[in-house]
């Protein structure tokens, strides 16, 4: 049976395809068979893991038009089920209520072939990222320092609560990243913000940090994940705690 991680937040820009990314390229270097699902329209994910969006997809998987098998691609560092253009019509296509449980199912069909499933999500509370909270085991929460970053995870929150509520999903907040840490009175504050938070919440989830390096947007121009590209980078080793955090506590759980 795989675990399976959503990377989310609504916003933009906070480190959601990096985390994705970087977790998965770290259990495929623990020796965890790890699938990497793109399903955020922007392709991100698709184009630095080197995917190819034109030939395989998950849209054509959410619309059941292609197995799930069949559409995987391998990519240098672990599988990719890439995304695709269309799915910027996911909330026109996807609009039965059921619809909601496509990913889920889709997943199904991978289960046992797979430790890990790890799925970046798009910015914005639409369909497709419903899709992703419901099928996942766990949802991570990547986030910046900004002011209004606050009222964004509390969203999460209240979502997963609303869909655990009516039985969809059984998924927890894992846990929350602050990216692109620096050592500055407003990081500082932040983070104590978001402690806060988790006690009031979910006081099992854990609080990590990752700091920031010009490292993590050279590897996305090179087409690498910092764990192979920059190994010995600050964000590489960070990622690397986080991974290991995440595996130690599904381990506990077995
Ligand atoms: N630890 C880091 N240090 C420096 N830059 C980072 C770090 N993590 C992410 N970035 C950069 O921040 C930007 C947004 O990150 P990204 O992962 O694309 O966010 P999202 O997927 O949430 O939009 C990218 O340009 C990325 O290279
Ligand atoms: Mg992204």
């Not at 560092?77 to 496509?102: H, I, N, Q, R």
């Not at 764990?227 to 506590?249: C, F, L, M, T, V």
Request: aromatic letters at 8%; a negative charge.
């Amino acid at each position: 049976m795989s675990v399976i991680i959503a990377l989310a937040n609504q916003k933009g820009g906070v480190g959601k395809t990096t985390s994705t990314i970087e977790l998965a390229a770290c259990f495929t270097n623990r020796g965890y068979k790890t699938l990497v699902v793109d399903l955020e329209q922007q392709m991100d994910t698709t184009k630095y893991c080197g995917g190819d969006p034109f030939k395989s997809g998950c849209y054509k998987v959410l619309k059941e038009e292609m197995d799930i098998k069949d559409a995987i691609q391998e990519t240098d560092e672990f599988d990719l089920l890439p995304a695709t253009p269309e799915l910027s019509k996911a909330d026109d296509e996807f609009t039965k209520p059921t619809d909601v449980l496509k990913l889920k199912k889709a997943l199904q069909g991978i289960e046992d072939d797979y430790d890990f499933v790890v799925i970046d999500t798009n910015p914005g509370r639409n369909r497709l990222l419903n899709m992703a909270y419901i099928a996942s085991d766990y949802v991570i929460i990547p986030t910046d320092a900004d002011d209004g970053s606050v009222s964004g995870i509390i969203s999460i929150f209240d979502d997963l609560k609303e869909y655990k509520d009516a039985g969809w999903t059984d998924s927890d907040v894992m846990g929350i990243i602050l990216t692109r840490y620096e050592n500055t009175s407003m990081h500082r504050y932040q983070e104590e913000v978001i402690r806060e938070l988790i006690e009031v919440k979910q006081p099992d989830a854990f609080f990590m940090t990752v700091r920031k390096a010009i490292a993590a947007s050279e590897c996305k121009t090179e087409r690498t994940s910092l764990q192979k590209g920059k190994r010995n980078s600050k964000p590489a080793i960070d990622y690397r705690n986080i991974a290991d955090e995440i595996i130690e506590r599904l381990t506990e759980e077995d």
